[in-house]
């Protein structure tokens, strides 16, 4: 503000020198001493404004860069604290154009528009002050032309802020199209439909062009008004201080100093429009920004959670556990006991709800009914980061990150070394591989691990589960991509490790369920079998026919 004042205060006193230097001139009463005094006034303030603008435009510029840095940070932050429900219902392409495109226009909003807003308001005040001291009947003639102009221009930046609201969700439609085409390239190669997604992609991109086209006939019908609305008030100053000028009645210096007042004022009238566009650009996307923000994750810390628990051994209790997602029952009230150190097999058709019960014992969701206890403890009060803390978590599809093996292997420990990796890398049977890859445990994957197999993405994501040493381990059908040899493999070396711990395994695979202490059974939600292997077998129902079905194929194979 400081800086703005003296900028804009020296510029309109600049234009007072100018007056009397002409008025001086065309009168014979300046002196060449009394010039040369007044040109190094004129030109030693210019310096000063010179120094003081540049400070104008370096603050809030600056400014705007460490709130964009702040606030991509808060936002991040916010995401990673998101739970599921976020996820499954908001797209990836639209958070990251929220993260990128809404950013950026908040940050030009802040800094552009910070400085040139201010610029632009002081200068209007200021000059309209000046000019009405120095003659009131033509600054009263601009005032007058100014008002139409004034309501133009609020009607169409109202129509602007509507469709700029438009253009910033086609941008997160074209991010997600192109996410979405990308992770699934392999996808679209192998059923050949590249032209088709080509087509989609131009349909979506020219709707996005016909938006944005809007938003710029809107934009900039401004401009070319308020310079028009310029022009003609500056004819009519010189049509009237012209005359009054001819008849004597003002001086020439009188109307030189308001016609530069009248130029000043030209730049931030005319920018006045870009500044107001920029603020709604800036508008519209903080308030998408502000839509994530102010969304609060189910899954979190709440005032029952009990900060002073630090430790979990592993025993799991679930009680009448159930679980709705929208209007249908996914879990019917399950009960189960896993005593610490204890390996509990789940087993069930596709869809049954295995999945969703390792979720629960990791809190990625909440029970509709029932509860789970660790240790005694209700799973909501124990804090969120000391649970996660505890459980080593292998998914049946991992998520693997463009980045080393070693790095993906050593994802869940704050400090993983040499020594780490290499064990849990041995525990999943990945040695062997790795001594293939050209940098061994350095050799950069792509991006999902598109790079491996379906077989050492799976045991990539055993190795980083164990590598955390954790109190519980899950592990979610991480073996369905691996032949019977690397099974056996595996599991022989997992054997000493779930034996420390306390494990959920689920798995379709009867020869891995036989190393559980206890196997259940679940169907439709339900469970409907529970004991060990040799009891299992010796029941009717589904288990003993999974059994008989996998002899079967493994007899068949050995035909084969």
């Given at each position: 503000m400081l800086c703005t004042i003296f900028t804009v205060g020296i510029?309109?006193?600049l234009p007072f020198v100018i007056r009397q230097v002409i008025d001086g001139l065309t009168e014979g009463?300046?002196?060449?001493?009394?010039?040369?005094?007044?040109?190094?006034?004129?030109?030693?303030?210019?310096?000063?404004?010179?120094?003081f603008s540049r400070h104008l435009r370096k603050i809030p510029l600056k400014l705007s860069h460490k709130v964009e840095y702040a606030l991509r940070k808060d936002l991040f932050d916010h995401f990673t604290r998101m739970d599921q429900e976020f996820f499954r219902k908001e797209r990836t392409g639209d958070l990251i154009t929220r993260m990128s495109s809404d950013m950026t226009l908040v940050r030009d909003s802040i800094g552009q528009g910070f400085l040139q807003g201010i610029r632009t308001t002081v200068v209007i005040l200021f000059a309209s002050i000046v000019m009405l001291v120095t003659d009131t009947s033509l600054a009263l003639l601009v005032m007058l032309l100014y008002l139409p102009m004034t309501f133009v221009f609020f009607l169409v930046l109202k129509v602007l802020r509507h469709r700029?609201?438009?253009?910033?969700?086609?941008?997160?439609?074209?991010?997600?199209?192109?996410?979405?085409?990308?992770?699934?390239?392999?996808?679209?190669?192998?059923?050949?439909i590249e032209q088709r997604r080509i087509g989609m992609f131009e349909s979506i991109n020219k709707n996005l062009i016909r938006l944005n086209m809007r938003v710029q006939v809107a934009r900039q019908s401004l401009w070319?008004?308020?310079?028009?609305?310029?022009?003609l008030s500056f004819a009519m100053i010189l049509n009237l201080g012209g005359r009054e000028v001819i008849n004597g009645e003002r001086s020439i210096g009188t109307l030189v100093q308001f016609t530069q007042y009248l130029?000043?004022?030209?730049?931030?009238?005319?920018?006045?429009?870009?500044?107001?566009?920029?603020l709604q650009r800036g508008k519209v996307s903080w308030h998408r920004i502000k839509e994530i923000l102010e969304q609060e994750p189910a899954i979190r810390d709440s005032d029952q959670t009990d900060h002073s628990l630090s430790g979990l051994h592993g025993e799991i209790v679930l009680e009448n556990l159930s679980l709705d997602i929208g209007e249908r029952r996914f879990l019917h009230q399950i009960n189960l006991r896993i005593a610490s150190g204890k390996t509990m097999g789940i087993t069930g058709p596709t869809?049954?709800?295995?999945?969703?019960l390792a979720s629960l014992v990791a809190r990625l969701m909440d029970p509709t009914e029932g509860r789970i206890c660790i240790d005694g403890h209700d799973i909501k009060v124990i804090p969120l980061d000391v649970l996660r803390n505890h459980i080593g978590f292998a998914a049946q599809e991992p998520i693997l990150f463009s980045r080393t093996l070693e790095h993906n292997i050593g994802f869940g420990v704050v400090d993983p070394d040499e020594r780490?990796?290499?064990?849990?890398?041995?525990?999943?049977?990945?040695?062997?591989?790795?001594?293939?890859?050209?940098?061994?445990?350095?050799?950069?994957?792509g991006e999902r691990g598109v790079t491996l197999s379906g077989g050492q993405r799976q045991r990539t994501s055993i190795s980083r589960a164990v590598a955390r040493h954790p109190e519980i381990l899950i592990l979610d059908d991480v073996l369905s991509a691996v032949d019977t040899q690397t099974e056996a493999a595996i599991m022989a070396k997992l054997q000493p490790v779930m034996k420390k711990r306390t494990t959920l395994f689920i798995s379709h695979r009867v020869s891995t369920l036989r190393y559980a202490d206890e196997i259940v059974v679940i169907e439709d939600g339900r469970i409907t079998q529970r004991g060990s292997h040799d009891e299992l077998i010796a029941q009717p129902g589904y288990y003993s026919e999974l059994n008989t079905m996998q002899q079967i194929e493994k007899e068949l194979e050995a035909d084969s």
């Amino acid at each position: 503000m400081l800086c703005t004042i003296f900028t804009v205060g020296i510029s309109l006193y600049l234009p007072f020198v100018i007056r009397q230097v002409i008025d001086g001139l065309t009168e014979g009463t300046i002196t060449q001493s009394d010039l040369t005094l007044q040109l190094l006034l004129y030109a030693g303030l210019s310096v000063v404004t010179l120094y003081f603008s540049r400070h104008l435009r370096k603050i809030p510029l600056k400014l705007s860069h460490k709130v964009e840095y702040a606030l991509r940070k808060d936002l991040f932050d916010h995401f990673t604290r998101m739970d599921q429900e976020f996820f499954r219902k908001e797209r990836t392409g639209d958070l990251i154009t929220r993260m990128s495109s809404d950013m950026t226009l908040v940050r030009d909003s802040i800094g552009q528009g910070f400085l040139q807003g201010i610029r632009t308001t002081v200068v209007i005040l200021f000059a309209s002050i000046v000019m009405l001291v120095t003659d009131t009947s033509l600054a009263l003639l601009v005032m007058l032309l100014y008002l139409p102009m004034t309501f133009v221009f609020f009607l169409v930046l109202k129509v602007l802020r509507h469709r700029q609201k438009l253009v910033q969700e086609q941008v997160s439609e074209v991010s997600s199209f192109c996410q979405e085409s990308f992770a699934g390239i392999r996808c679209i190669k192998g059923f050949a439909i590249e032209q088709r997604r080509i087509g989609m992609f131009e349909s979506i991109n020219k709707n996005l062009i016909r938006l944005n086209m809007r938003v710029q006939v809107a934009r900039q019908s401004l401009w070319p008004f308020m310079a028009f609305w310029f022009c003609l008030s500056f004819a009519m100053i010189l049509n009237l201080g012209g005359r009054e000028v001819i008849n004597g009645e003002r001086s020439i210096g009188t109307l030189v100093q308001f016609t530069q007042y009248l130029l000043y004022m030209q730049w931030p009238l005319l920018a006045f429009s870009w500044v107001t566009s920029l603020l709604q650009r800036g508008k519209v996307s903080w308030h998408r920004i502000k839509e994530i923000l102010e969304q609060e994750p189910a899954i979190r810390d709440s005032d029952q959670t009990d900060h002073s628990l630090s430790g979990l051994h592993g025993e799991i209790v679930l009680e009448n556990l159930s679980l709705d997602i929208g209007e249908r029952r996914f879990l019917h009230q399950i009960n189960l006991r896993i005593a610490s150190g204890k390996t509990m097999g789940i087993t069930g058709p596709t869809g049954s709800g295995k999945t969703l019960l390792a979720s629960l014992v990791a809190r990625l969701m909440d029970p509709t009914e029932g509860r789970i206890c660790i240790d005694g403890h209700d799973i909501k009060v124990i804090p969120l980061d000391v649970l996660r803390n505890h459980i080593g978590f292998a998914a049946q599809e991992p998520i693997l990150f463009s980045r080393t093996l070693e790095h993906n292997i050593g994802f869940g420990v704050v400090d993983p070394d040499e020594r780490l990796i290499d064990w849990a890398a041995d525990i999943a049977h990945l040695k062997k591989d790795v001594e293939t890859f050209p940098d061994r445990f350095e050799t950069v994957i792509g991006e999902r691990g598109v790079t491996l197999s379906g077989g050492q993405r799976q045991r990539t994501s055993i190795s980083r589960a164990v590598a955390r040493h954790p109190e519980i381990l899950i592990l979610d059908d991480v073996l369905s991509a691996v032949d019977t040899q690397t099974e056996a493999a595996i599991m022989a070396k997992l054997q000493p490790v779930m034996k420390k711990r306390t494990t959920l395994f689920i798995s379709h695979r009867v020869s891995t369920l036989r190393y559980a202490d206890e196997i259940v059974v679940i169907e439709d939600g339900r469970i409907t079998q529970r004991g060990s292997h040799d009891e299992l077998i010796a029941q009717p129902g589904y288990y003993s026919e999974l059994n008989t079905m996998q002899q079967i194929e493994k007899e068949l194979e050995a035909d084969s």
